[in-house]
């Protein structure tokens, strides 16, 4: 046993232990807006962790896009040392996991590190959808449950009442129940006492080979990749030489430590434990979630269970406007694939955008976040074009092509049919709502599988569905059309044969390669008249008039028109309006740099996203 | 080169107006005598310090704006006479509203050498007038255009257009009596809605009182054929007049020529030179090397702050030929002489584009690149290419 003392100011033991027995590590887990970052905050403060005056809201998530949206998007994993009421103190390592369908492998890993969670239910709201999902995720993780009801400090809470629909709709025993006030501080200590008792502490054998998860990775500029891992067997100490069962790196451990929030070096990580690994490797993609760190030398038999390669779902171009900033984009890309080695790329190249690159993504959360990032953090101007799925073309001449822009299409003679991706998707919804979730699956050309009545509150409708129907809007339609109670997952299935076309949009006669994309035959004229409509809208008026027509092959089937623009001039220009004049020349000017000149048209950069705005 | 045109502010009304975003104070009469006699002693002893260092003997044209000058009843011809003493200006204009320009302030006005009047008409509607918040009547209006015919002035009147409840009808008639009622100049203005303006307030409530873009391009049009047919040529982007009563004082603004504003929040233009030559009257002027061009505002009523802008030698040619663009004369063989000079093929270039998105073309005649139709009515696409000139 070895006590170490890392933190400059901090008079704390870190407590690196053999004995699992006062080690706690647990997820918080929650419907939206019912209070999990709150919790975590108050926790934080509570165990002294973080001083209340250097207290902000969110405090576990670092990125600002993650606060502006209230969304996690990285796995983050806290040490909160706590001194219960038995005297002893115990070493808890919250653990944060990302809260959208898009991350559902990222989440799975993060609760793997887990052996129990706390599950937030909103005493005014009771059990919802995300809580039941969440709830099944975590008891299909085998994690003990303490089920937190939040928010008794409001009038409307009615905490027995929710007590009652844990038991009924979840199948968990609330008896142990704790209610708390995130706001107030209320029952925190209480809940802290209750990880304690209920959350069973890891088990591993110390003296066994290595075998480590990891649940997450960040790129150090001097250090490199810094893994975020969890100790199933075995121990990490600086100089260990240790290896990656899946993707085969091995490198020499440069330090090890704790998040506390802030960095903290440690002598070891020992079993049981949850902490950082700095790696110095320089690649991002050598140290990929799931994967099972052991030793070089001495390594373990088995990797642990549940790997998966994260393989992008979407593709989209994406575009630099000013084609100067090309290899600023790669440089860019480069950058965030450090801390997101998920995200793939490869040149792409449009006759009206010029050079860029299409990139994939787990999803379309994870597509606007990246673009965000790369935009805001690299000082970017960027178009996105319309998202794609990774289609399989068979061709006449027996290959098959695999095709993830509309651009790379073939010409239709030499296509002789066109697979595209299904997958299985689980919605869990009130009963109430199935007819609504019917009705938006068969719109998505959803074939209906399976109904299962999991409780007399929530059912579950398992799906066949089309992955380019799923990515466009059906998560947003899905929450819309049941008040936010549906929750969804999925799961690639298979490719199935589809009666796919490219839809082409033409501005002012010229085809316009950066708009295509691939959509059902039944769906093309909806789909190229609301895409017209839309573009009208998003298009400016100009000096010339802009014909929009929406084709497949040489026929056209949609089209609208932005009329031209016909006064534009600032009538009065005397002696003191001429600065001010010209400043809004050069305004315009700037306006017009955060536009696409294709052909004599000035096309706003969301014109190419404009497919996710069109109503069915 | 001297100063050859003055422009004097009065910022005062009696009442603001609903578009407004001009420096003036609407005052009632009591407190408004109190703060012009302060405001005017301190205007009248700038013009005098720069008189008597001989820097107003070359100017030709003067034009005493606002706010509403004829608020200032009869001190307004003693100004008038205050700037007389210094110069003998060819064009001395005066901008007066129909409810305050009287029989007897215009006879001194004429008297003591006021030669144009702009009146600010707007509408010949009242209902539109009132929306406005303007506080004179159409008839009002039309007596104020006869009394400054009768009393021999050059006479202009502004009219509006885009105005909350205005219809093409309306617009129509406003044009046609404002035109029998023989004005020597008419400006036309699409109305702009300001920023924390009454008007902002009032279209962010309701957003159908924005003006409509193709509205008042049709009624810029009409405006401009009904001008043409009352032989009231267009020879800027709002400007028509009859021959000779074009406004030499605002055509200063657009050609490069010198200028020096007295007053709160007026505006000057002058070589970088002449600003030295100057500058113990302007405090803070200091141009560096490089500067070819000085512009500044007086920042308070006693010309104790001024900001300054300062313009290259591209940046003032720059600004020249977007300026010329908005004249229907275009810019000058001169005029293009010099940008060729100076921009070589980046000139020649760019007039390629004007004339490639039809918005300027050639005078063969004149040897001049002036403003077509589009031009006209899409000029910020057309000064945008100029004013792009600037950029090295």
């Keep these: ?616 | 080169m001297a100063v050859e045109a003055l422009y004097l502010h009065i910022p005062f009304c009696r009442a603001r107006c609903a578009y407004c975003d001009f420096d003036t104070c609407a005052l009632d009469p009591a407190a408004l005598k109190l703060e012009a006699t302060r405001y005017l002693a301190a205007l009248e002893r700038r013009i005098d310090e720069f008189g008597a260092r001989g820097m107003l003997a070359s100017v030709r044209t003067v034009y005493i704006g606002g706010g509403t000058p004829t608020v200032l009843g009869e001190r307004l011809p003693g100004l008038v006479r205050r700037v007389r003493a210094w110069c003998a200006p060819e064009e001395f204009t005066c901008e007066a509203n129909p409810e305050s320009f009287h029989e007897e302030l215009a006879g001194s006005l004429a008297t003591s050498g006021v030669t144009r009047i702009s009146l600010g008409v707007q509408s010949l509607e009242d209902d539109e007038l009132s929306a406005i918040g303007r506080i004179h009547t159409a008839t009002v209006a039309l007596e104020a255009i006869e009394l400054a015919r009768r009393e021999g002035f050059s006479v202009s009147c502004d009219l509006m257009c885009g105005l909350p409840g205005q219809h093409a009808a309306s617009w129509r008639r406003t044009l046609e009596r404002a035109l029998a009622a023989h004005p020597d100049h008419i400006s036309v203005y699409p109305l702009t809605v300001e920023a924390g303006t009454p008007l902002a307030n009032r279209v962010a409530r309701n957003p159908s009182l924005l003006p409509d873009e193709d509205f008042q391009a049709d009624c810029m049009e009409v405006a401009r054929s009904l001008c043409e047919g009352a032989g009231l040529a267009p020879y800027e982007v709002a400007s028509y007049a009859r021959p000779g009563h074009a406004c030499r004082h605002n055509i200063a603004y657009w050609s490069g020529v010198s200028y020096l504003g007295l007053g709160r929040s007026a505006a000057s233009m002058m070589g970088a030179g002449e600003l030295c030559d100057m500058a113990s009257l302007i405090p803070g002027a200091s141009p560096s090397q490089g500067d070819a061009r000085a512009r500044f505002v007086q920042a308070d009523g006693r010309a104790h702050t001024f900001e300054f802008e300062f313009l290259s030698e591209r940046e003032a040619l720059a600004e020249d030929l977007m300026l010329a663009m908005r004249m229907t004369a275009g810019a000058p063989p001169e005029l293009i002489g010099r940008a060729q000079d100076l921009f070589g093929a980046r000139f020649d270039q760019v007039v390629e584009m004007a004339l490639a998105e039809g918005l300027a073309c050639i005078d063969s005649a004149a040897g001049a690149l002036v403003p077509t139709a589009r031009g006209w009515l899409m000029g910020n696409e057309l000064y945008g290419l100029m004013w792009g000139l600037a950029e090295a």
């Design chain 1, 1 to 616: 046993m070895s006590c170490h003392d890392a933190g400059k100011s901090s008079t704390m033991t870190l407590m690196n232990t053999t004995d699992t027995s006062h080690i706690r590590n647990f997820s918080i887990v929650a419907h939206i807006d019912h209070g999990k970052s709150t919790i975590s905050d108050r926790i934080l403060e509570l165990t002294n962790t973080v001083e209340e005056r250097d207290m902000e809201a969110q405090l576990l998530d670092t990125m600002d896009i993650e606060r502006e949206r209230g969304i996690t998007i990285k796995s983050n994993a806290v040490r909160v040392m706590y001194t219960a009421d038995d005297g002893e103190t115990y070493q808890f390592n919250l653990i944060d996991t990302p809260g959208h369908v898009d991350f559902t492998y990222e989440v799975s890993r993060s609760l793997a590190a887990c052996e129990g969670a706390v599950l937030v239910v909103d005493a005014t709201q009771g059990v919802e959808a995300q809580t039941v999902s969440n709830a099944n995720l975590a008891m299909n993780a085998d994690l003990d449950i303490v089920p937190a009801i939040n928010k008794i400090d409001l009038p409307s809470a009615h905490p027995d009442e929710v007590k009652l629909e844990i038991e009924d709709e979840l199948a968990i025993p609330a008896d142990d129940a704790v209610c708390v006030s995130g706001k107030t501080g209320e029952g925190i200590h209480d809940l802290l006492e209750a990880i304690v008792f209920l959350i069973s502490p890891p088990h591993g054998d110390p003296s066994a080979p290595l075998k480590a998860l990891i649940l997450d990775s960040y790129f150090d500029e001097y250090r490199g990749v810094v893994a975020t891992v969890r100790v199933f067997d075995g121990g990490i100490k600086k100089g260990d030489q240790l290896q990656m069962m899946q993707a085969g790196h091995a490198f020499l451990v440069d330090g090890v430590g704790v998040k506390r929030p802030a960095e903290t070096l440690v002598g070891e990580l020992s079993v049981g434990e949850v902490g950082f690994v700095v790696t110095g490797l320089k690649d991002p993609e050598a140290v990929r979630v799931g994967d099972t760190l052991t030793g070089a030398l001495r390594p373990t038999a088995e990797p642990l269970p549940g790997y998966r390669e994260a393989k992008p779902m979407v593709y989209t171009g994406i575009f630099p406007i000013d084609n100067k900033d090309y290899e600023n984009l790669r440089d860019a890309l480069e950058k965030l694939h450090v801390n997101d080695p998920s995200l793939t790329w490869s040149p792409e190249t449009s006759v009206a955008l010029g050079f860029g690159f299409r990139v994939g993504f787990l999803g379309l959360l994870h597509m606007e976040v990246v673009k965000e990032r790369l935009e805001r953090e690299f000082d970017l101007d960027l178009i996105a074009t319309s998202p794609s799925v990774d289609y399989h073309v068979y061709k006449t001449d027996g290959t098959m092509l695999e095709v993830r822009s509309p651009q790379d299409l073939p010409d239709v003679t030499r296509i002789d049919h066109i697979e595209e991706p299904y997958l299985k998707a689980k919605v869990i919804v009130p009963p109430e709502y199935t007819g609504a979730v019917m009705q938006l699956s068969i719109e998505h050309r959803g074939i209906m599988t399976d109904m299962i009545h999991l409780s007399q509150k929530s059912v579950e409708m398992r799906f066949d569905i089309p992955l380019a129907e799923l990515i466009l809007d059906f998560f947003d339609q899905l929450k819309s059309r049941t008040k936010g109670y549906a929750s969804l997952d999925y799961e690639f299935a298979d490719y199935r044969p589809s009666e796919l076309v490219k839809l082409d949009i033409l501005l002012s006669g010229d085809e316009v390669d950066a708009l295509s994309f691939i959509v059902h035959k039944d769906k093309a004229y909806g789909l190229a008249r609301g895409l017209c409509d839309k573009l009208k809208e998003i298009i400016p008026r100009q000096l010339f008039e802009v014909p929009i027509q929406g084709a497949i092959g040489n026929k056209i089937i949609a089209r609208s028109t932005v009329k031209a623009r016909r006064k534009d001039v600032l009538a009065k220009c005397y002696g003191g309006d001429i600065s001010r004049k010209r400043k809004l020349l050069e305004k315009q000017k700037e306006g017009k740099k955060r536009m696409k000149a294709i052909g004599s048209v000035e096309v706003p950069q969301e014109a190419f996203l404009a497919i996710l705005k069109v109503e069915d």
